[in-house]
């Protein structure tokens, strides 16, 4: 059986990845720190994220070599490519692929800000986009690609003549040497795009006066895009002509990546945010939560913006203060592990102290913030602070999925995690379980969404017929039991 890649291009790190298909194995991986970013001191203070493709781009071509030759002759085996990434965001290139405009993370916050009229960007989108908006299957928000488009258009900033793409697009076509295509995974996330047609929404376009043409090709992911071309053979050390596949969002990436049975699991994710998911072959448009499309077909129904490993970093360096400031204790390494083994120390339910860890609001409610209720005499500690942090993430991704229940009522089977924010924490996947009330399993390989797109890219090369046959490849850690 043949190897495949994938390639994860994520904000802090890239991840590539040779995939045994025989044994769904990861037969090699190497990571790169992604360190593009080119936003000056005072944009960065202005809410810009701003990254250099062309230095980007350099990074992922020099992990991609990292691989190849590690895999010395089993290089020969690779039958294809597919990458993954941020499905918000995104650049402007000419015909030769040259950057027309920084790489707009979709951490871009620009949108946000008052235009002259008085409104935000973001609103005078929103209100020119009227009931088009709602045929994209969530609500815009700053850093969707068609948002930060629109704000290059009314700043005076937009080309004349190019193509807008996400970055593993960009990437695509650099290794290919040119077809320019994104999928419904990775459009989905543009806020201009049909998900019922799996199509550009035209009507949402031209009422924010863009071009039609600054738009690229659809296709599903795992369709050939083309082959390596001969320069980047040079680069990056894989057969020349090596299948390119169109790839996906890394939130899909991470689920196909992830979730062995789509019928019966629902889906946890914990990085520096949060969501859950539940797969479904139908259309639902049900705001607040998110139709996202999956790869070839059906959707996903997601509740985004849920609380994440930032919350907790923000606790942490809550911690971090008090010492400096305090006791003038220096940094430690990290205080998780005491953070921890503290919470573990005190009771479920945390002796009555609730936390609603609602720091920066939520995605439906922005103005939201947190609530500390219940404390007492006996619970005002640090170690039942932190027990009632953990529980509130938790018991947020539980409060999120009733939201998907009420849609898709059907009990799930099984519970699966992904993300940093459980792998690293046991504790929380624990609570994580009990709010469920199922058993929480994870991936036995780590990188899930670089997994994700190598099973996409076995998919396009015909190792297997479609994604749910390629996800019986996925194996689980043992799982984190739920308390009876």
Not at 82 to 92: D, E, K, R, W
Not at 308 to 330: H, I, K, N, P, S
Request: charged share 20%; aromatic share 6%.
């Amino acid at each position: 059986m043949p190897l495949t890649l994938g390639l994860d291009v994520g904000t802090t790190s890239i991840t590539a990845l040779a995939l045994d298909t025989a044994i769904g194995s990861v037969a090699l991986r190497a990571s790169t720190r992604a360190d593009a970013e080119a936003t000056s001191p005072a944009d960065r203070g202005r809410g810009r994220s701003e990254w250099d493709a062309d230095r980007l781009a350099t990074q992922v071509f020099a992990t991609l070599r990292r691989v190849a030759d590690g895999l010395g002759d089993r290089r020969r085996d690779i039958a294809g490519l597919a990458l993954t990434g941020a499905q918000h965001g995104g650049l402007v290139v000419d015909a030769a692929l040259r950057p027309l405009t920084p790489y707009i993370n979709w951490q871009d916050r620009r949108a946000a800000d008052l235009a002259p009229d008085g409104e935000t960007w973001l609103d005078g989108a929103k209100r020119r986009l009227g009931p088009a908006a709602e045929r994209a299957g969530c609500a815009l928000v700053p850093g969707f690609l068609g948002v930060s488009l629109y704000w290059l258009r009314e700043n005076d900033a937009l080309p004349a003549d190019g193509t807008a793409l996400f970055i593993t697009d960009y990437l695509a076509a650099r290794l290919t040497g040119g077809r320019l295509a994104t999928d419904p995974t990775m459009a989905g996330g543009s806020g201009v795009f049909d998900v019922r047609a799996r199509a550009w929404n035209d009507e949402a376009i031209a009422a924010l006066d863009l071009p039609r043409t600054l738009f690229p090709a659809i296709a599903e992911a795992g369709d050939p895009l083309g082959g390596l071309s001969a320069a980047m053979t040079a680069v990056v050390g894989l057969p020349a002509g090596l299948p390119v596949y169109v790839g996906l969002g890394d939130h899909q990436a991470g689920y196909v990546g992830s979730v062995a049975d789509r019928a019966t699991t629902v889906f946890v994710n914990v990085g520096t945010g949060a969501q859950v998911a539940r797969y479904s072959p139908d259309l639902h448009l049900a705001p607040p939560l998110e139709n996202r499309p999956y790869p070839r077909g059906g959707n996903l129904l997601v509740n985004a913006g849920l609380f994440g490993g930032r919350v907790y970093a923000l606790l942490e360096g809550f911690f971090r203060t008090v010492g400096r400031d305090l006791f003038d204790q220096a940094d430690a390494a990290s205080l998780y592990t005491a953070m921890n083994a503290l919470a573990a120390a005190v009771p479920p339910g945390a002796d009555g102290l609730r936390i609603e860890p609602y720091l920066s609001g939520s995605r439906v409610d922005p103005t939201r913030r947190g609530v500390i209720s219940g404390v007492s005499d006996t619970n005002f500690t640090p170690a039942h602070l932190v027990r009632a942090f953990l529980e509130g993430m938790a018991r947020s991704y539980r409060e999120g999925y009733a939201l998907i229940e009420a849609v898709l009522p059907e009990p799930p089977r099984h519970l699966v995690g992904a993300g940093n924010g459980l792998r690293e924490n046991p504790l929380l996947r624990g609570m994580v379980a009990d709010a469920f009330g199922l058993s929480l399993s994870l991936p036995a390989h780590a990188e899930e969404a670089a997994y994700g797109a190598a099973l996409v890219a076995g998919v396009g090369a015909g190792v297997w017929p479609d994604i749910p046959t390629a996800c019986r490849m996925i194996r689980y850690q043992e799982a984190s039991p739920h308390a009876d």
